[in-house]
């Protein structure tokens, strides 16, 4: 099955600065790649994906890079910012969704 | 729409104890599925399954049962109850399987066994 890995498991930047979180992955036939935030007490929550045709993807302040010969995924978060402090969690997916272990960033004031 | 919605929130357990853990869904979800998150692990799958009458396991199923009686219930219960399933425990559901996109998670439960 899918194997995913993540780097680092924290993770601390000065407001302003930009943050990224790294993961690989195992199996070649994946080809969707989400990333959740989990704040803290409550539920993950998906705030970017990307599907193995596309190698970059924007939204504001997010960006995800993905680099399917490597078979490694990127998150970067530019111009951080304190509510950006949460843990992160990368994901690979064929069938069922393979979770990376979690980064912890923290944004200090 | 409440979403995913999982109950209880925290519960406390006795090794040998046996209880059920409550998630619903009214997005009219096929999928649905069963995490537990420990520290330093990520979320691992416990059960999933694809449709109403439909469940298969997942990465940990050991110690665990699920049914899917109607498309909008879930329930995952501990047959009886083992410290090693201390864990905070997240159902989610999404409208088709793996790659077939975002998952809803629940608030989800923090169990206990003493």
């Known amino acids: 099955g899918e194997n995913v890995e993540q780097h680092p498991s924290t993770l601390s930047v000065q407001e302003g600065d930009s943050a990224v979180i790294k993961c690989t992955y195992s199996d070649s036939a994946s080809n969707y790649f989400p990333w959740y935030k989990q704040e803290l007490g409550k539920g993950p929550q998906l705030i970017i994906d990307i599907r193995s045709n596309v190698g970059e993807k924007k939204d504001q302040r997010i960006a995800v890079t993905l680099n399917k010969t490597a078979k490694h995924f990127s998150l970067h978060i530019t111009e951080t910012q304190p509510e950006d402090s949460a843990v992160y969690f990368c994901?690979?997916?064929?069938?069922?969704?393979?979770f990376g272990t979690g980064t912890r960033l923290a944004v200090r004031p | 729409n409440a979403g995913v919605t999982q109950t209880p929130k925290f519960q406390v357990l006795k090794t040998g104890q046996s209880m059920t853990l409550q998630c619903a869904q009214d997005m009219n979800h096929e999928y649905m599925s069963w995490y537990r998150q420990d520290p330093g692990m990520g979320l691992r799958l416990i059960h999933y399954s694809v449709g109403a009458g439909i469940t298969d396991q997942g990465e940990v199923p050991n110690g665990y049962n699920v049914s899917r009686s109607t498309t909008e219930d879930f329930p995952l219960r501990l047959l009886s109850a083992a410290p090693s399933q201390t864990s905070v425990y997240f159902c989610?559901?999404?409208?088709?399987?793996?790659?077939?996109?975002?998952?809803?998670f629940g608030p989800g439960t923090r169990l206990t066994v003493t």
């Open positions: 994901a690979g997916s064929g069938d069922k969704l393979t």
């Open positions: 989610a559901s999404s409208l088709l399987a793996g790659a077939g996109g975002e998952q809803y």
